[in-house]
């Protein structure tokens, strides 16, 4: 059974930065697509970032060039810098891989910036 487990999440001020992990376990496939998805109290999850498993990369206009999106194995990274407070919310990992139906999600990582 494939697993997402996502860890770095925590509290920050604004400005600073923090690294997500998402590592992706439970038997032998290849990813298609991996993804940060996020949600903040009150509006909808949206996606933050995505990679393809030719690395082909996209972000949402509001975390370009601030926030970096990468892959090693199956571990996928979301490196966060320059933190906003609008960039709270609850960091969600995502995969969609060949061969399996439908996308696997994590349980989720806080993710708070303090002004």
């Not at 376990?25 to 949206?46: C, D, L, Y």
């Not at 970096?68 to 933190?83: D, E, F, H, P, W």
């Not at 139906?101 to 993710?111: E, F, I, L, S």
Request: glycine residues 16%.
């Amino acid at each position: 059974q494939v697993r997402l487990v996502e860890s770095g999440g925590g509290l920050v001020q604004a400005g600073g930065s923090l690294r997500l992990s998402c590592v992706v376990s439970g038997g032998v496939f290849t990813i298609n697509r991996m993804a940060w998805h996020r949600q903040a109290p009150g509006k909808q999850r949206e996606l933050v970032a995505g990679i393809t498993g030719g690395d082909e990369i996209e972000y949402v206009d509001s975390v370009k060039g601030r926030f970096t999106i990468s892959r090693a194995g199956k571990t996928v990274y979301l490196q966060m810098n320059s933190l906003k407070s609008e960039d709270t919310a609850v960091y969600y990992c995502n995969g969609r891989f060949a061969g399996l139906a439908g996308d696997y999600w994590g349980k989720g990582t806080q993710v708070t910036v303090s002004s």
